[in-house]
T-cell receptor, first 117, second 111 residues
């Protein structure tokens, strides 16, 4: 039972390059999320998807795009990477939608450490 | 939006000591989770606790939703407890919900 799987685990990009971070969950969860973690700032929400076919902006969406490819997969794309996007990126999933959101816990992947030079 | 504040920001303990970490939040929430991020960066679920008290071994958590705070207790700390502890509150938004994180408490347990 893999849970939430992120790829790659590490990546170095040059400024202006593009890349896609992949996330997949095998728990049949409805909601999926992308966060970034920067020193001293906790985790900040980039984008989320409440269910297959829907995506919404979080706190820090600029410079990113997302795709909820199917129920299992939620990808994060950097079209033109900038040094300010150097961070650790976490994907998360949660089983519920609106009504039952408070009743269960979210699960996180192991993170992708991205450096933009 | 909702604000989540954790205290203290840093904590250094001697092995065997007890500690209390606090999480304050500015509005009503549907749930609250505590996570431990170990030195390798993994986020580990500790508790989800919208209200009341839960215990798991040397760790316990209490949330008083009406007063908008939660406490994480670590007893008889061990060096493996080192890392960053986050609380995150769940809020409903559009057709789903999301977690808003505090800035974390960095704990260092010395042998």
């Amino acid at each position: 039972n893999a849970g939430v799987t992120q790829t790659p685990k590490f990546q170095v990009l040059k400024t202006g390059q593009s890349m896609t971070l992949q996330c997949a969950q095998d728990m049949n969860h409805n909601s999926m999320y992308w966060y970034r973690q920067d020193p001293g700032m906790g985790l900040r929400l980039i984008y989320y998807s409440a269910s297959e076919g829907t995506t919404d902006k979080g706190e820090v969406p600029n410079g990113y795009n997302v795709s909820r490819l199917n129920k299992r997969e939620f990808s994060l794309r950097l079209e033109s990477a900038a040094p300010s996007q150097t961070s650790v990126y976490f994907c998360a999933s949660h089983p519920r939608r609106l009504r039952d959101f408070g009743n269960t816990e979210a699960f996180f992947g192991q993170g992708t450490r991205l450096t933009v030079v | 939006g909702i604000q989540v504040e954790q205290s203290p920001p840093d904590l250094i303990l001697q092995e065997g000591a007890n500690s209390t970490l606090r999480c304050n939040f500015s509005d009503s929430v549907n749930n609250l989770q505590w996570f431990h991020q170990n030195p390798w960066g993994q986020l580990i679920n500790l508790f989800y606790i919208p209200s009341g008290t839960k215990q798991n071994g040397r760790l316990s958590a209490t949330t008083v939703a009406t007063e908008r705070y939660s406490l994480l207790y670590i007893s008889s700390s061990q060096t493996t407890d080192s890392g960053v502890y986050f609380c995150a509150v769940a809020v409903i938004y559009n057709q789903g919900g999301k977690l808003i994180f505090g800035q974390g408490t960095e704990l260092s347990v010395k042998p």
